[in-house]
């Protein structure tokens, strides 16, 4: 077995940076010839992009790739798929498909390519290639690994020296129980195989506000006043003034990165971005634009929609027509893709899944590769996982899962986020957060208007009639 190293710290301890000097202490004395660098993977691409980042700037020197667990799997998996009896490479695909041999190659969903993979290292001659080329492998977020992803981790420690990093609070499956990651590491520790590190200082922020959210949250300990600003909106108006009132209206406007969090893909968001393009064209301000992040789902039906993809009659092998209509740049990159590989096969009609399957291609394309970063964005506690943003305005609304434990972790996620400020805006009246258990734990609530300014408007109401 290799050496393990894991470091385990809350949300913004610093647990990356622990990775990049762990790496820099141990890569002289591994990466030794030329054919050998360091592998860096991560469960998801956002925590890719900041890895390599950071990987650039802090570790110049070290000769290293970088992938996702999934994307490297794949990578194992096509270079020795002649061994397993597959002669067209294989790629991987969203659904339940075991394996099968389609237009486009051989396929199958991410949890059978991994799975496939973890296979294939338990030959002594796979683990000594991966050993020589990747002598050095660390792993962040690490606490999301479980099921086929740990085991495939499991695997790769047997070839390799690995740094692990973690926060167990941070795990949002609500299907696991417990963390196995972690408690995988510290079962190993007593043969002397692993070492844990744990980090306790935050770097991210100093605003004691949000600092005093996060231990609350994370220690289920309510606060003895105030933490950050937690407004209880009963409509859709008044939680849209107090986004227009700190980026526009404030005596010190929120300035820099800005993240509009809710726990899900709630429709009344839209609703209350609607009420603030309103409020700013009745003062003829310009209007604020966010970038919103969607799920994989939503967009691939949008793309899909808008490509006449969603017609009910049309089965998938049946011909598809290219719209007339304009499309936008990502419709269109779709349709050029699609067409060319129907040239490239001579195909005289377009079978609908073929499109379905270059609107997946070109989705995983710019999710995997985009490096565009808007300053504003709407996105949810799992897409803003392992970011941070300047000012963080968490949406809580009433799309929650049932289990408080699992909304903790949900808050705490979005709270940790911010460097500088924080609100929390809650959907409903005062008594929503004085009775729930999980946001009682952030201090007395507050209304959006005051006395003062709940008089000033009935006044105004009075003198109008």
Known sequence: MGRLSLVIGQAGTGKTTWLMDRARECAPALITTEHRSTLAITRMHGARRRVELQLRESCPSIRCSVATIDGFALSILNRW??????????????????????????????????????????????????????????????QDCHGPLLDFVRALSEASTV??????????????????AVEWVTSVTDGGHAEITELTTCHRT????????????????????????????????????????????????????????????DP??????????????RRSCLPIRWHEERSTEKEQEQ???????????GAPDSHWVCPTTELDSVCSHVVSRTQRFA????????????????????????RAYCSHFPPRILTTVHGAKNREFDNVFILWTYKLPPDKEQQRRLLYNAVTRAKRNCMLLVLGKAGRVQNDPVLSLLGTPQPVFGQKARRKTRSAKKAAT
């Open 268 to 281: 009344f968001v839209y609703e209350i971005l609607d009420s603030c393009a309103n409020q700013l064209q």
């Open 343 to 366: 040239r490239l096969r001579g195909l005289q009609a377009i079978p609908r899944d073929v499109v379905a399957r270059h609107i997946d291609v070109v989705i995983h394309e710019r």
């Open 81 to 142: 798929r002649t061994a397993l009896g597959y002669a067209k490479p294989i790629q991987a695909v969203q659904g339940n498909v075991d394996f099968a041999t389609t237009i486009f190659g051989t396929e199958a969903d991410f949890a059978r390519v991994v799975m496939a993979a973890t296979g294939l290292l338990c030959s002594p001659m796979v683990r000594r290639v991966i050993a020589e080329t990747y002598p050095l492998i660390i792993i962040d977020e690490f």
């Open 163 to 180: 740094l692990l990093a973690a926060d167990d609070f941070q795990l949002l499956d609500a299907g696991v129980t417990g963390c196995p």
């Open 206 to 265: 100093s605003v004691q506000g949000i600092l005093d959210a996060a231990s609350c949250l994370r220690n289920n300990a309510a606060a003895d006043g105030r933490t950050i600003p937690v407004f209880y909106c009963p409509a859709k108006g008044p939680a849209a003034w107090k986004i227009v009132e700190s980026l526009v209206f404030g005596s010190a406007p929120w300035t820099g990165t800005t993240a509009l969090i809710c726990p899900s893909h």
């Open 303 to 313: 793309i899909g929609s808008d490509l006449g993809l969603a017609d009910a009659n």
